[in-house]
């Protein structure tokens, strides 16, 4: 199995740049209980092969983490299908349901 495609700094950068300039920017994390988390900071490194790599952190501290993400967000990101409310039970005159 290969690797999910790394995202590159223009790719980013192309996706911004049609989102609204004043937008916040927020990491979602963990597609099985799906979170929203603040940005803390971005760094420019190397990696161990000596690759450009720019890392997106998350805070040190309790409030980086800002609850659970939005449900339209994470089914939007594929980790989780639309739910749909079960169908509504008919009821006829006269029925009633066993208690």
Not at 40 to 57: F, Q, S
Not at 79 to 91: E, L, Y
């Amino acid at each position: 199995m290969e690797p999910e495609p790394e995202f590159t700094v223009g790719e980013i950068i192309d996706s911004l740049s049609a989102c609204p300039r004043d937008a916040v920017v927020r990491l979602a994390i963990n597609p099985f209980f799906p979170m929203a988390h603040r940005l803390a900071d971005i760094v420019a490194a190397t990696d161990e092969t000596g690759r450009p790599v720019v890392y997106i952190a998350e805070g040190r501290d309790g409030e980086e983490q800002l609850g659970h993400l939005p449900p339209d967000v994470a089914i939007a990101l594929t980790w989780h299908a639309p739910v749909q409310a079960p169908p509504r039970r008919r009821r006829t005159a006269g029925h009633r349901d066993a208690q």
